[in-house]
């Protein structure tokens, strides 16, 4: 289990790297685009292979976004990839803002409140 998380932190600080160099203005705008597609698949709920097939639904997860990834890294220049990496491991080890987390919850909070309001004058009678 402790392998997994591991192997799951190294693909977060990846794919933040990732989405640093993809913005960076010393990467080729060719590999930027790549970067920016692949940052928008891999956040996207369209699929190239819809989860709901058994076995194959997760597999463009598992084996397409890290494949590309390391080309994307690959493509990116050394020093450039450097200077992300150690953003991205920087925000990697810094501790979570519960604030933030507190100003998001609250307009969930709000959101909700808002809509169930609203539901119950429409079906007032």
Not at 41 to 51: E, H, V
Not at 53 to 74: R, T, Y
Request: with cysteine; aromatic share 8%.
């Amino acid at each position: 289990m402790q392998r997994l998380k591991a192997i799951a932190q190294s693909l977060k600080v990846e794919a933040h790297t990732a989405w640093l160099c993809a913005r960076d203005k010393d990467v080729p705008w060719p590999v930027r685009l790549f970067g920016l597609a692949i940052a928008a698949y891999a956040l996207s709920p369209i699929d190239l292979i819809p989860d709901f097939i058994p076995i194959l639904g997760l597999l463009d997860e598992a084996l397409l976004i890290p494949a590309a990834l390391w080309l994307f890294l690959k493509l990116v220049p050394a020093d450039v990839y450097a200077r992300n990496k150690a953003r991205a491991l920087n925000a990697a080890h810094r501790p979570v803002s519960r604030a933030g987390a507190v100003a998001i919850l609250s307009i969930w909070l709000l959101a909700l409140g808002a809509t169930a309001m609203l539901v119950h004058r429409a079906y007032q009678p």
